[in-house]
């Protein structure tokens, strides 16, 4: 019987984020595999959301014991100087987008490349994350994403005024909340009537127009953010190329909402017959309003799409990227 991987997990918060959500997802999948995940953290208790992972909280790396461990995974470039440092050849980069495009880090972008310089090898959440992680180092392999179970739920049509949703911060630019705000905005100029719904992790931005929302949902935990977009008929993404992966339209095709995306690398890598969602081209507003009233006055549209974005997203269930997981780690460490 081949022994249970011991792997930790070092996570620089346990801020509400994407990012974060994603680590927790694949150490539940890991553990309910019947492998041993840690969890270390510099941030406090993880309230927003349910972990199976034993945790280990420090207030520096350096009081981590990593001695048990078959790997150490460094999961945000913070993190990464420490993950190295303190595993040398157990290390892996776990990597969802590529920080030193982002704007809020234009100023670290060189100590960014550093870290990624580092001899360490790489998983990505994204097919075109691995020939970025290889600019830098060549070992990268794509392991895929976790959508949690509980997105995957009945959508049941609903009547009244159709309910638009319009996820991510503003404060991160890569997400294109601007575009959808425009998109919105044009549409309704332009005939088309629908509750715009706003999600975000953090508070609106000066000068956001929050008041084209009906609703506005802050740092909400993962059981109500799926309740939340079930209860909605359309998921806007307009982020930019930057986008690392886009978890948030993952988790509306899972839950049977049909979307309007932005044709970036990490939609388009779902499936190459790029049937699953109305594509519009990054950036544009006006396109993406068009697609978006089309969507709003085209029921059987949305049910279709609905329908063929759920097939896609079954590849992203907890269970398959689990064992991609396992099978990465268990064969490294068997060549070790």
Known sequence: ??????????????????????????????????????????????????????????????ELDLA?????????????FATYELAGDRAVHFCQGYEGSFTAYAAMRGEIEAAYRLPMPKITVSPHLV???????????????IVDDVFYQPHAPRGGVPRVLLVGPAQADFKGIDIGYEAARLARENGATFDLVRATPWHPIEGEPAELAAEMHVAIGSDEMARLIASCDVFLGPSLHQEGFGLPAAESLASGVACVLSRIPSFLSWDARHDFALFVDEGDGMAMSEALARLVDDAELRSRLALRGREVVEQFRAEHTGARLEQYFLARRDAR
């Open 68 to 80: 048990p461990y078959d790997f150490v995974v460094g999961t945000f470039w913070k993190t990464l």
């Open 131 to 145: 020939d970025i992680c290889r600019r830098f180092y060549d070992d990268a392999t794509y392991v895929g994403q």
């Open 1 to 62: 019987m081949t022994a249970p991987l011991r792997i930790v997990y070092m996570l620089e918060d346990t801020d509400l984020a994407g990012g974060i959500r994603v680590a927790v997802a694949q150490a539940d999948a890991l553990t309910e595999r019947g492998h041993e995940v840690t969890l270390a953290t510099k941030g406090g208790p993880l309230q927003w959301r349910r972990s199976l992972a034993k945790w280990i909280h420090v207030s520096d790396w350096s």
